[in-house]
C-alpha cells in the first residue's frame, strides 16, 4: 500500500514563504516523475511544478523564479520551495508521485491528500 503525506502548508502573509514536503511511502520500487499541483475555490487542479527521477524540472510560467521544486531519491520526498507568494495562489496543494511498484511493472499514480496554502495579510 503506497501513501503520499504533505506537510508544510499554512498561513502566510503575501511576499512570505513556505516549504512544502511530500514523503512517499510503502511498497515501492522505484518513483518516477513527482509533482505538485493546485486547485483554488472552483477553479480546476493545475500542475504547478514537476521532477524527473534524474532532476529536471518544470513550472507554470506563473510561478518560475519563485518557487523551487526539488526531490531526495534516498527518501522518497519531494519538495516545493514557495518564496514571493501571492494571495491568488491560496489553495491546496497536492503532490502526485508516477510509480513503480514492481520491477518492470506498470507505472501508477498517487496522490497526496493535500495541504492548504492561504496567502493573506
Known amino acids: 500500500q503506497v501513501q503520499l503525506v504533505e506537510s508544510g502548508g499554512g498561513l502566510v502573509q503575501p511576499g512570505g514563504s513556505l516549504r512544502l514536503s511530500c514523503a512517499a511511502s510503502g511498497s515501492i520500487f522505484s518513483i518516477n516523475r513527482m509533482g505538485w499541483y493546485r486547485q483554488a475555490p472552483g477553479k480546476q487542479r493545475e500542475l504547478v511544478a514537476g521532477i524527473t527521477s534524474g532532476g529536471s524540472t518544470n513550472y507554470v510560467d506563473s510561478v518560475k523564479g519563485r518557487f523551487t521544486i526539488s526531490r531526495d531519491n534516498a527518501k522518497n520526498t519531494v519538495y516545493l520551495q514557495m518564496n514571493s507568494l501571492k494571495p491568488e495562489e491560496s489553495a491546496v496543494y497536492y503532490c502526485?508521485?508516477?510509480?513503480?511498484?514492481?520491477?518492470?511493472?506498470?507505472?501508477?499514480?498517487?496522490w497526496g491528500q493535500g495541504t492548504q496554502v492561504t496567502v493573506s495579510s
Open positions: 502526485k508521485a508516477n510509480l513503480l511498484l514492481v520491477r518492470g511493472g506498470s507505472e501508477y499514480q498517487f
